[in-house]
């Protein structure tokens, strides 16, 4: 019954930034960890970031790291990824998701476009 929404994407220039956000509705779940993930065309769909339910400990696909933040506001029910630095590889769908069961990610959004030009 948890409905997410991604919003904050679009098109910027290499070295440009932008903040993603996903606000969730609906549902009383534990928010065990929330997720970011991409796909490109013709890509699997891959790991970006991840932050627990505390906001105390997080993790990063490699290549973002330094670029990337993820921070969560349980109160509003949002999770964010600033990315600073963009770069033509990063241009892909990002979709947020939320592990509510403590054992998978189990709810996600639409998916929302990044395209970053060189």
């Known amino acids: 019954q948890v409905q997410l929404v991604e919003s904050g994407g679009g098109l910027v220039q290499a070295g440009g930034s932008l903040r993603l956000a996903c606000a969730a509705s609906?549902?009383?779940?534990?928010?065990?960890?929330m997720g970011w993930f991409r796909q490109a065309p013709g890509k699997e769909r891959e790991f970006v970031a991840t932050i627990n339910w505390s906001g105390g400990v997080t993790d990063y696909l490699d290549s973002v790291k330094g670029r990337f933040t993820i921070s969560r506001d349980n109160a509003k029910k949002t999770v964010y990824l600033q990315m600073n630095m963009l770069k033509p590889e990063g241009t892909a769908v990002y979709y947020c998701?939320?592990?509510?069961?403590?054992?998978?990610?189990?709810?996600w959004g639409q998916g929302i476009q990044v395209t970053v030009s060189s």
């Open positions: 998701a939320v592990d509510g069961a403590g054992y998978d990610y189990n709810y």
């Open positions: 609906g549902g009383t779940f534990r928010w065990y960890r």
